[in-house]
């Protein structure tokens, strides 16, 4: 028994009805609500990884009945991620929506967002994950058409549907399990499920709903529109966090619950749509006229190199080989989430300042907004993968890992993966270094550029040079054991 | 047991029935409601595993689970209808 467990998600919750109650003040509460949590998950990550996973009964109700909260190695680095990446959007978005009319709305639904988040990453149950799964969609699609555009509605509900189809096929591949396994409680499945008719067809499922969620290519192209027209906060965490919430949960599935059903042929399928996604989503990016635009499908292309993780593991036995794959997976995910809100916000900083974000019209950016320019450049040696970022660890321990299982067929896919980024964001780069009017007059160093470069240096510098912590807390798991 | 599956394929056939019309159709209504028939066959599904037999009493936690699809399926519906009309709304401004 735990009970430090239910602040991160009980805290954001008890400040969203504040924040309802009292819009006038919802710039103060909903910083206070998001930092509130942050510190929450500090201490349960100090204290898992002092003494190991962590559970909570809810209620008292033991699971199997009740639903149980569970801290792990994987929970604690993915609420660490949503924690501080919320923490510094929300401080930006305090600048951002600081006149704004709808503020009152905007920080309502996020801090049920971060509750949705940590909820999903603390979760010990099946059903409990379709709950967080959905209050985490209808969130997202709301604050993804705050914006009010006819563009952003429509992608906000093109958004809606597909992840209403994603999560009714998550939700079938749940009632097989029940129906097969009579509990949804993740450690006993953990330790019931084997190889048969009953785990195949749910895990297909399931992972076909996650699939749409987290935008794996061809199911990919809901993410772009609804990325690019959202308020530039609110893109930051859709593509740094909501995408990597169905990520998570198809790690778990993978290679917790199911280990032992999963078979390298069905890794290799989700591995090839993964490469494909890495390639066309980066000459998608190289392609983009807008700012925007060209981030969202770097975001394809990033969630690509995750899966392509997927044959890798899968052809690893369970040891060390394997939590040293699984432990550069989630370092490149967390770099990615860093980079990418970075990015989201200096490209918002520059949107409000120059009125547009075309790229071809960026000349001076560098000169009239440094410290921005100086974020996005940060940002993009972390997306590239150039040392000393998190993502070059990452991608190393990738290739070390193709070498080991021999798979070596996947590996033009990384170069040509790398090359394009390195020219999507090289070409962004020569536009905002060169000479021209610039965005606006202002040379001061805004509050809202902050935040943006503290992410950006998190993402190269902090996640290089710390990256060991992510390799010993990897290992710290709630759910020990498949049914193999 | 056999009306138990009879139950449970009805709801796997209403399923994949929503899902089809869902992905065929391309305005947003028809789809909504295509939606929501693929949600009744999931939850038709739930319902048909709570029976154990006429010696035990059903089993709860499906019945939970059916209640609480309910309320995330009639949010999502409700929501999908409300920034359908705004869009309309637009178009007509």
Redesign the interface.
Known sequence: MNNLLIWPVALPLLTALLALLWPRRSNWIGVAGTGLPLLAVLLVSWQVAASGPLELALGGWAPGLGIALRADGLSVLMLLMSALVTMAVAVYASVYFAHAERRGEFWVLWLLLITALHALFLSGDLFNLYVTLELLGLTAVVLACLGGSRESLQAALRYLVLGLLGSLTFLIGVALIYAGYGTLDMAALGDAIVAGPTAWVALSLMTGGLLIKSALFPLHFWLPPAHANAPAPVSAVLSALVVKAALYLILRLWLELFDGVVTQAAAVIVGVLGAIAVVWGSWAALQAERLKLMAAYSTVAQLGYLFMFMPLLAALPEGAGRELALGALVLLALTHGFAKSAFFLAAGIIMQRAGHDRIAELGGTARSLPVTAFTIALAGVALIGLPPSGSFLAKWQMLSTLFVTGQWVWLPVIAVGTLLAGAYIFRLLGHAFAPGEGVGPSLSVGREEIPAVLLALIATLLLGFWASAVWELVPISAYAGGGA | MTQVLLY?LTG?VL?MLG?RA?LLRDT?LP??LA?NV??A??FL??VS?AYRGDSLPTDP??HA?VL??LV??V??TA??LA??R??RE?DNE
């Open positions: 449970a796997a399923f899902v869902a947003v789809r909504l939606l693929s949600g066959g999931v599904i739930f595993l936690v499906p689970l609480t699809g995330v399926a949010s999502a929501l999908a920034l359908n705004r869009l637009m």
